[in-house]
């Protein structure tokens, strides 16, 4: 469980770059989320706490003043410490030049780690996003600045170590393929022949890195990308599930509703009321920025 305000801000067109979401969260012993994917960039920072993050089968240990980066369509996790649960603030951003901003932080997936002692300077960015959040051109270029803000605060604190450097390479290789390719027919057999082992062993390696088998992560890929391509975007379900390598639009409704309980386009209307919702609750109280911690 967390105490969260987030808000998704839908993308109609690509751009140079784009604010696609921002919010605040504070958790509440062993919240975990995940596994998911996003379909843009994502970079938390931590504010107070503990908690760990897993990419790729690499685990992170991370405490305040210390931040990590999501790429997007890559399958991660992350839980709040069972005695010292984290409170951290997050944003979300995309566009044709986002890589190469990302790659002048010194981060990667491989190395998505970094470290920032500026703490209020990197929640004000935040604070002054949900301040700014009505969609006319004006809010949009001041959610803009912020985010320069936020990036500019990254870069001028460096980079931190890997605190864990256990991920395999095959691995690797196989999300990575399965990214570029989650449009399409995808099987495990595929990804086995482009990482050049047999489908049995590269099954083993994936279920030691990620818990999961190379088509049980396919699955999940798919669903979840779905999940997050209905938070943030203005996609027809029909558009997503193509998208998401879904050949029927009636394979992505039947599966969604196996798990979340709701159809795709319920969903969506459900996270739409929610950011409505956290957006009316920032501007008629207190922001949760400032808030204490929830009592378990």
């Not at 969260?25 to 989320?33: E, I, L, R």
Request: hydrophobic share 35%.
């Amino acid at each position: 469980m967390e105490n969260s305000l987030s808000v998704n801000i839908q993308v109609n067109e690509p751009k140079q770059i784009s604010v696609n979401a921002f919010g605040h969260s504070v958790t509440m012993p062993g919240h975990k989320y995940g596994p998911a994917v996003r379909p843009y960039y994502l970079i938390h920072y931590i504010l107070e706490g503990k908690g760990e993050f897993i990419v790729n089968g690499t685990h992170y240990q991370l405490s305040s003043q210390k931040g990590f980066l999501i790429e997007p369509d890559y399958q991660t996790i992350y839980m709040a410490d069972l005695e010292d649960p984290w409170t951290y603030i997050w944003v979300g951003f995309s566009g044709w030049d986002a890589r190469r901003m990302v790659s002048s932080l010194g981060l990667s997936q491989e190395q998505p780690i970094f470290k920032s002692a500026e703490k209020e300077t990197l929640k004000n960015c935040i604070l002054g996003m949900m301040g700014h959040d009505h969609g006319n051109a004006a809010d949009t270029f001041y959610c803009l600045s912020m985010l320069y803000l936020f990036l500019s605060t990254i870069a001028s604190s460096g980079q931190d170590e890997a605190l864990s450097k256990d991920s395999n390479l095959y691995v690797s290789q196989a999300i990575s393929y399965i990214r570029d390719h989650i449009s399409e027919p995808l099987q495990a057999d595929a990804v086995a022949r482009y990482v050049g082992l047999n489908r049995s062993y590269l099954s083993t390696l994936f279920k030691q890195h990620t818990g999961l088998s190379p088509l049980k992560y396919i699955q999940k890929f798919r669903l979840t990308k779905a999940q997050h391509l209905l938070e943030s975007s203005q996609l027809s379900v029909s558009a997503i599930a193509y998208s998401c390598g879904y050949q029927q639009t009636e394979s992505l409704i039947k599966i969604f509703r196996q798990q979340y309980g709701m159809s795709p386009s319920a969903y969506r209307k459900m996270t739409q009321t929610q950011t409505d919702s956290a957006r009316k609750q920032f501007k008629g109280g207190p922001s949760p920025l400032s808030a204490k911690k929830a009592s378990p």
